[in-house]
Each structure stands twice: as C-alpha cells, then as structure tokens.
C-alpha cells in the first residue's frame, strides 16, 4: 500500500500541518513505536533534521522495536557515527549472521550451495540516503521509511521482512548533512519566499555536498580514500546486496528520475541482465508515483559507466544500483517551471520509491539472486594480475589496501629482485585494470576511465594460472607490519631513501622536530655498492644539529615507525667512487620546513581545495592555512613559504591578490598552481608560460541538425581520461620516481605551451599520449608535445604549473608524488633552469 494521491498538489508547506499519511500508507502503526513527529516535535519537513537528531531517533526506534538491530559500522572525521539499521523479523534477528552467511555463500564459488537452495535464502536491500549532504530529502524521507519499516503491521511488511534482510543507511555522508541542515533552518523564513535568489538557497562556500575534507563521497565507492566509503564499502561486502538505492537530488526545474539511465552510457563489463532487472525494478517506481500523481521519467540524462559511484558501484559485483534524483528545492520552498516546489514533497517523493524498492524486492527475489548467483560463479578464472611494487613500498602497499577494502583477496610476493602484489581476475579488477579506449557514446556523466594501477603509476601484467613461481607469496593483510627496521644509532648521518611515496613524510616530521635535513639531487652508493640510493636521497647529519646523537636516533626511530620507512645510518662521509662526499655543497642542499598556505573560498574549486587539504593534512601530517583567496590582499604572507592556488574560475579575481603574490614571491618562495590558476598567474606576471590553443572548427561543415547540438557539445568535453607523460628523472620534481613514462588524470582541455628554457618543463605529453579512456576528436593530437608540468618564476622565487590535477580524488598517487616534491625540493631548483 501506498500513500494516497496528492489533494493539494506539490505546494503544500510546513505551516499546513501535514498528517503521517501525507508520506506513508494510512495502516494501524504500532502505537510503542514512537512517530517522526512524536519524538521531534514538529513533522519531517517543518525544518531539515540535524544528523545528531536523525542519528538520536534512529535509536529511539532500535530500542522500541524487535525488527532491528543497530549497528555503529564507523565514524566520519567530524566523529559522527556511522549508522545501519538491520531490519527483519524477531525471528530472523535470532539466527542474523546464519541468514547472512547464507546469503553470502549463495553467489560464492566456494559457498557450496545448489540452485535448490534458492528458497532459503534471504534476500539483501542496501538502501542509503543523502550521500551529498545538501541533497537533503533523501535523509528527511530515511526517517519516513525506517519508521515505516519498524511500525508498520506484519500484515503489511511480513513477508518483506521474512523473506529479505534490509540494510539500512539513514545517511552516508552526515558532515555534510549536518552543515546543509544547520545552513537551511538558520535562514528559514517564519513566512517562507520561493525566491531562489533568497540566501536561505545560496550555501556558503564549501556548501555541504561534500564531506568534511569537501570531497564528493558519490566519487569515492572506487577510490575509498574516506572513512565514510571504507565503512560503506565493508558493509557492502559483508553483506552482498542484491539491491543498493542511492537517493539523491537534481535541479529545481526538474521532476523525478529513477534508473535505467541512458542505454548507450552502460560500462560493457555490466550483465545485460542487470539493466534488465533495473527496468523491472523500475515498473514499480512508475506504478508508484503515478498512484500519487508525480512527474517522474527515466532511461536518459544519467549513466551507469563509472563503477565509483553508488548507482553503479554495486552492478560490477552482481547487485542492482539504482540511482533516485529527486528535484531539489534546497531549502524549504522554491519556483519551478513546475509549480512551487516544496521540501516536503521532495521528501514524499523519495520516500514513495523507498517502499515500491520494498514491492520490487519482495516480488523479484528469486530472480534477484539467480542473477547475482550467475554473475559471480561464470565470473571465475585461474587468471590474475601481478602488480610491480616499482621499489616503492608505500605507494604500493597503498593499492594493495584499496583491493582489499573491495573484497579481493591480495597476496604479497617477494623475491630477491623486490616485491609485488598479486590479485585474481575478476568482474571488478578487470574493470578496474584495463584500458578502455572504444565506447557507444560519447557522453558521459562522470569520468570514462579508472585504471587503478594507472592511478598508482604501477606496472602490472596479466598472469594464468595463479601466482607466479618466482617469488614468495603470503596473504596480504591491510595495516600488515613492515619488515624489521635497522635501528643502530649513526655516528655520521642517516639516510632517508627517496623511493618511499612517505618519504617527503619523513622529511617533515624530522623538521618539525627540529632536525636538519639536506637533500641530494644526485645518486650514489656506500659499502662498495651494496647500498644505493637515488636522486632526492635526504641526509640528516648527526653533528650540527640542536640536540644530542641520542635524542636525535629517538626521534629518527619515531619518524620510522610513523612513516613505515627505514632510515638507514653510515658512519662515514664518504661514498662510493663517483659520488661526492656528504659534505659537499654542490649535492647536498638544505631543506626549508614547508609553511603552507592553500587558497580556498572565493573563486576557487571547493573539490580541488579539498584534495590538497586533505593530501597534506590526512596523508602527511603537514599542518596548512586555509586562506580565503579574497583576503589575500589584507594578510600577512610572510608567515608562508609555499602559497597553492587549486583550480578554479579566476577571471574576476581583485587584482589585489596578484599584487599581494607578487610582493610576496620571492627567494625560498614556492608558489604552486594546478590548471586554470596556471593561466590566471600567467595573465598577472606570477608565471611565464602559454596556452596552447586547441580549438579547431571544421570550416567545412556548414549546418548540422538541431537535434544533434546538445550530443555535440558533450562531445567536445574531456570528462576524465588517462594520458600518457614523459618525465625527466633528474628534475627534482621527480626525485623518488623510477620510470620516464608517467600516467596523468585529465579532464578539460587545457593545454600548455612547452616552455622555451630547455630544462623548465620536467614533464611533457608524449608524442602518442592517450592510454586510457574518451578524449574528443583529434584532441590527443593537439596534446602532443604539450607540457603537463612547467617551472617558472619571478624575484627569485619559483612558480610551478601543473596542467592537470595531480591530486585527483585523493588517490592518482602517482601524480600528488610530483605535487609533493613541488612543496619540498621546489626551492633547490637551479635558477637557471626556470622559464
């Protein structure tokens, strides 16, 4: 049953006392568990719940109800619970993890189950809300439906709940809820206006889409660089669902959207079948809003390619995603082309497919098992994939956890020549692997490429037949200890190796303790070469500093077990022939301590500031400004050595930040741009470098149909593919790296000019740059030749361009080493050598 249909249209608001009915069916709910509006004091949809209120009722209705468990699966950084209720029936909660083992078993190849035992297993729903929290109706209507599921009367919801487990996630991102919710209800109106140019409907910068670092966690199922996606995914394998509903929110001018998207937009590793039970699955969404008299449509403007999103993620493991977009009123009452549109009927909206979810469900069980059954067993070969740790055991250790947070089971190979890891083939680490170069479309709602081991800059190979003979394997376990360190105090100096992706780590905690680092920009070996080190190499000599040999080795012990490298020590000066002395000036130079300031707000990209945030803060512990961009100009800059500006639209910046910058730049000064800041730098004398142009018009083509300008457009946009990049070794931007060829994450088709001094553009395109992924016509070409990397500067100083994001999503860690190395060696580069 369902709600009735609406009798005061869609702008009913919250001062026109909307009864329980208006978002459930009229049933005989039990009267011990506590309503919405009992336990708040005012009905869902009067004001946008808090996550500490959502997160408080949640347990209210846990602890009044046998048809749940409660289960807190993580926290997110703000220290916010992460919330699962486990719904079925008093009796299936008594043998729970029999019911779940079960139900896992089922589609394993090594479950030992049959066909006959179909009826016996339960089917799993993963239904979550809110994963952008300012997409706020789906955490709203997560109160509606989990009242529902915990008051309704058995005659109703019985057989869903004894036939079916339900997972479920009243918000996925609550930092972000909290901040969207706290913005809306501070600006709410008592006589409420749906004028969209009311504050109440224009967030303040970072808005709360994002997580606390301002990440986008609906880009994070892949990756899952956060907390929130770790705890996520976890449950998800634990679990297996055969169904996971994403609920989110659109424009204000639009209607209601539920999956299938566009049948030409469908990543070819996805079953066919898949979309099939999608489009079923469908059926009972459109017999349920028509029942309430919505507009809705379906199968266009969204896609299931990229595996990193949630309606997507799940159909590479034999699951269904459905994405719900709900138009948003972003607030509590906006215009639309459609009427006035209201919160509560936002909510209404999602909380109707929620329950038709629960219809479908229960009605398509069996074929929802069968095909995740078939999926997962014909999925099966003695295939797998070898991944080269490329001498660098923190970024590959790295990889290695991310494939095992997705369920694979990872083994780590050894071997006199280093290690490797290996992973078997399977439905997601081919998708995950392999390059994709041909596509039926080519328009796409997010990126057409995720190479993980691309995003790592890791060689990997396909192997038969298990794990190579060559090399010692063990079962690989995330946050596995490291070999044994080399403790022995040095008399001379330490060493800290630059093949570490930590390195740079190490490097800052030794300076914030106060120790002296110097850096290396040549290679050379001690004990008659038995140990070699490479270019970037940093030295701590044990005379001169501010602290005796022994607090000095403490301290050099702690940066080991914190970083995972081992330092090692020598007790002599002197290295190997061909190297130069520890003491030599012209190979050693000292290391400034990093003093950070990012520009945010204002102009700026909230996703790429975030990126960097997060990438210094979380993954090296180095402490930064976060410095509105608009008071630049009125700050003092002396406090900062290294001022990032992340991508962003700068044509309308106050010219009082170049003038603030330019006084600023200066000797030991680094000032680092990531794409569009590159060219505004240039426009402002900060930076000496040139765009190259790459649009091209086909003077030949004189009309074209009206039908085919919008797939035209999107033709032309570069949503996210994977290039080639050739690399100079000896750069100190490249210190640590191994191999010439570099992969970059592009997106947009900004290029750079290379630049006229023969040694200030480090890394360039290659001449056949496209690995992976869509790039518009002749685009490749263009990029060619083109620099993804220049070093230029002023007074001294060094400004260095990065042409595409080397921090993209928190996890191209090949590229953020560069970005790393920028804030740590950018100073020792030669002068001679800047454009």
């Given amino acids: 049953m369902l709600p009735e ?39 869902i949809g009067d004001w946008h719940i808090s996550h500490d209120l959502q997160q408080a009722y949640m347990r209210a209705l846990a602890a009044s109800s046998d048809r749940i468990t409660l289960e807190v699966i993580g926290h997110t950084y703000e220290q916010r619970p992460l919330l699962n209720l ?27 189950m049959s066909d006959g035992d179909l009826a016996d297993v339960p089917g799993v729903l993963y239904q979550g809300y809110s994963i952008h929290g300012n997409e706020a109706s789906g955490g709203n209507a997560a109160v509606m439906a989990a009242y529902y599921l915990a008051a309704a009367p058995m005659s109703e919801v019985g057989e869903l709940l004894t036939n079916n487990i339900i997972v ?20 709410k109106n008592k006589n409420m206006t749906a004028d969209g140019q009311d504050r109440e409907y224009s967030e303040a910068y970072p808005r709360g889409r994002s997580n606390h ?37 659109m424009g204000t001018d639009a209607t209601f959207f539920f999956m299938p998207g566009e049948s030409t937009r469908v990543h070819p590793m996805t079953a066919p079948v898949n979309q099939e039970l999608t489009a079923r699955i469908g059926e009972y969404h459109s017999a349920a809003l028509d029942r309430i008299g919505s507009l809705y449509y379906s199968g266009e403007g969204y896609d299931d390619f990229y595996y990193g999103k949630g309606s997507t993620y799940p159909d590479i493991f034999g699951t269904v995603g459905i994405l719900f977009e709900q138009a948003s009123s972003r607030g509590h009452l906006q215009e639309s082309e459609n009427g006035i549109l209201t919160f509560p009927f936002t909510i209404r909206n999602q909380v109707t497919t929620a329950l038709s979810t629960y219809e479908a469900l229960e009605n398509l069980h069996d074929d929802l098992l069968s095909y995740q059954r078939e999926f997962n067993l014909e999925g099966v070969t003695s ?36 290690e490797a890891y290996y992973v078997p083939k399977t439905p997601f680490s081919e998708a995950a692997f392999e390059p994709i170069l041909e596509f039926e479309d080519s328009l796409f709602y997010d990126v057409s490429t995720f190479s993980l081991p691309m995003a790592f800059n890791l060689p990997y190979r396909q192997v038969s037949g298990g794990t190579p003979t060559d090399m010692r394997w063990t079962s690989y376990q995330m946050g596995e200890a490291t070999a044994p360190f080399d403790r022995s105090r040095a008399e001379y100096a330490y060493f800290i190796p630059s093949n570490d992706y930590y390195s740079v780590r190490a490097i800052y905690e030794l300076q914030d303790a106060g120790v002296r680092v110097k850096v290396s920009d040549q290679s050379f070996s001690i004990n008659d070469g038995a140990t070699e080190f490479g270019r970037g190499t940093a030295m701590v000599p044990v005379y001169g500093q501010e602290m005796s040999a022994e607090e000095l ?46 520009l945010i707000e204002g102009s700026t990209s909230s996703l790429d500031a975030g990126e960097t945030w997060h990438l210094l803060d979380q993954r090296f512990g180095i402490p930064i400004t976060k410095l509105p961009i608009d008071e630049v100009g009125s700050s003092d800059l002396s406090r900062y050595n290294t001022i990032i500006m992340p991508d962003g639209y700068y044509n309308r910046l106050d010219e009082s930040v170049a003038t603030a910058l330019k006084e600023w730049m200066g000797r030991d000064k680094v000032f680092i741009t990531v794409e569009r800041a590159g060219t505004w730098a240039a426009k402002n004398g900060l930076a000496n470098l040139t765009e190259r142009k790459t649009s091209d018009p086909d003077s030949a083509i004189t009309q074209r149909p ?7 457009r999107g033709g032309q946009v570069l949503g996210g593919s994977i290039y080639r990049t050739v690399a100079d070794l000896t750069h100190p931007l490249l210190f640590g790296m191994k ?94 050598t800047v454009e």
């Avoid at 940066?559 to 020598?570: A, F, H, S, Y």
């Avoid at 009206?706 to 035209?712: G, L, V």
């Avoid at 290029?751 to 992924?773: F, H, M, Q």
């Fill in 383 to 418: 295939d797998g994939y070898v991944i080269d740790a490329d001498g660098d055991p923190g970024r590959s250790r790295e990889l290695a956890d991310i494939l095992a947070r997705h369920g694979l089971p990872v083994q780590h190979g050894t071997s006199e020549e280093g």
């Fill in 5 to 43: 249909p609406l009798t005061d249209g869609p702008t009913a608001n919250s001062d026109e006392g909307r009864p329980l009915t208006y978002y459930l069916p009229d049933l005989e709910y039990d009267p011990n568990i506590p309503t919405p509006e009992e336990f708040l004091g005012w009905q």
């Fill in 706 to 712: 009206y039908e085919k300008a919008e797939r035209d």
């Fill in 739 to 832: 191999r010439e060829e570099i992969p970059v994450f592009r997106s947009g088709t900004l290029l750079y000019e290379p630049a006229e001094n023969i040694y200030a553009t480090p890394v360039r395109y290659a001449d056949e740059p496209l690995i992976s992924g869509y790039s518009p016509r002749g685009f490749a070409q263009k990029a060619a030749g083109s620099a993804a990397v220049i070093v230029s500067g002023s007074r001294g100083g060094r400004t260095i361009s990065f042409a595409s994001n080397p921090n993209f999503r928190g996890f191209w860690y090949g590229t953020n080493r560069l970005f790393m190395n920028a804030i740590m060696f950018g100073t020792t580069i030669n002068g001679s």
């Fill in 553 to 598: 080795h403490r301290i050099v012990t702690e940066v080991e077990d914190e970083t995972g490298i081992d330092i090692l020590t020598t007790n002599s000066g002197t290295v190997d022939a061909g190297g130069l002395m520890l003491g030599s000036r012209s190979a050693y130079q000292t290391l400034r301590k990093p003093e950070i300031a990012l």
């Fill in 86 to 112: 486990i719904y079925t029936t008093p009796e299936n909660h008594g043998r729970l993890e029999e019911l779940r083992e079960m139900h896992v078993n089922w589609s394993s190849p090594n479950g030992g």
């Fill in 168 to 187: 479920f996630d009243p918000c996925y991102n609550p930092d972000g809820f909290n901040r969207f919710a706290s913005w809306a209800n501070t600006h």
């Fill in 213 to 249: 670092y301002w990440f986008d966690l609906n880009r994070d199922w892949l990756p899952v660089q956060h907390p929130e996606s770790q705890a996520r995914i976890a449950q998800f394998h634990r679990w297996k669902p055969n169904i996971l509903t994403d609920h989110h929110e």
